[in-house]
């Protein structure tokens, strides 16, 4: 039998092993001269002077919103469709998450937000779903307009003195929005170096900066440096100094510090990601979209127009006409071909947790119509035109077998 195609796996070659080599034989393996000089890499590459990095994206979109003082009572705007993460954080720091359906592109729906906002919104969290950014033109044009709805309660929220615009952009490294890069258009974004990401550290995330004044973007990194490594002045790095050992805690702080290992992994990854990972994604993409366009049943995703270019993440299908339960038996034909695929999101209101808060997956049909025919084939730097035409294949031949 033929060895099952995978969805995502990460690309390991001899250069990320030497190396993270070189940093274990280095004597420095935590948060150290790495994470450093990877956060420079990634503020030169989204063009912006402060980024920091943390163990995972989760750690940053929390980070952010207890920097921001989200607490109970304040609500949170974020779409049905995408990762528990975005969501679950807005939980842990007592806060409601108020959610809103999609439009065509996957990405929620800005003309539903509106009627969301209320006295109690503080933040609003747009994902760029599969890598294709939102409409970030229009969510910084309401959240400058609702100004006047809002009621800041803590320092932070009266110095930016309207709903702050924090990207979950875990998918969406690289894209372009305006011939700007994601990082550059919410006043704080979130990347994730998970291990399925378009960009790996095996766990990891980023927090890109872009406050406006009166904001100093480089105190944000500063504090928020302290505020994931225990609330402590100094890190390990810096006490290691000759005599500078003693240290004082400002804050009870987190703990989600990247550390030189991972950062080790990112810096390899990141210098070849525009000229190496995106080419290879969009040409996988390309070579899908036009095998499949020819296909009537073929819904596919947008991944570049004259405003907006993708990072290619996922090759989100859709099969039209189909509901939930032929979607899962085509998926399982695909499977028993050989061929990894998966659905990009099981919609909030589908999940135990947050079906038991209340929500309710008929307030959000455009989600569940999405979720009911969506497939998203594998998209990785090792899949070779071969394995593409296998995967092709077997969705084709799994698709015209089911509907
Ligand atoms: C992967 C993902 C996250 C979480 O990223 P981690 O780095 O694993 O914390 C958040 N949001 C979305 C949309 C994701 O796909």
Known sequence: MNKIIPFSPPRVDQQMIDEVVDT??????????????????????CDVLSVICLNSATAGLELMLRWFDVKEGDEVILPAYTYAATANVVMHCGAKPVLAD???DFNIDVSLIKSLISSKTKVIMPVDFGGWPCHYNELNRLVSETKGLFVPESSTQKA???IMLLADAAHSLGAVYNKRKTGTVADATVFSFHAVKNLTTAEGGAIVLNF???????????????????GQNKDALAKLQKGNWKYDVITAGYKCNMTDMMASLGLVELSRYDTDTLTKRKHICNRY???????????LPIQKNNEKESSYHLFALRIKGIDESTRDKIIESIFEKNVSVNVHFIPLPLLTFY?????????????????????????????????IDTVLDAVISSVEQHI
């Open 24 to 45: 274990l034989r280095s004597g420095w393996i935590t948060t150290g001269p790495k994470t450093k000089a990877f956060e420079r890499k990634l503020a030169e590459y």
């Open 102 to 104: 999609i439009g065509e």
């Open 160 to 162: 930016l003195g309207r």
């Open 212 to 230: 406006p004044a009166p904001f100093k973007n480089e105190e944000i990194y500063r504090f928020l440096n302290i505020l994931s490594l225990h």
């Open 289 to 299: 979209a036009a095998a499949l366009k020819k296909k009537q049943w073929a819904e």
């Open 355 to 387: 079906k038991n808060k209340g929500f309710r997956i008929t307030d959000y049909p455009k989600a569940y119509q999405f979720f009911s025919c969506e497939i998203s084939l594998p998209v990785f730097y090792d899949l070779t035109d071969e394995m």
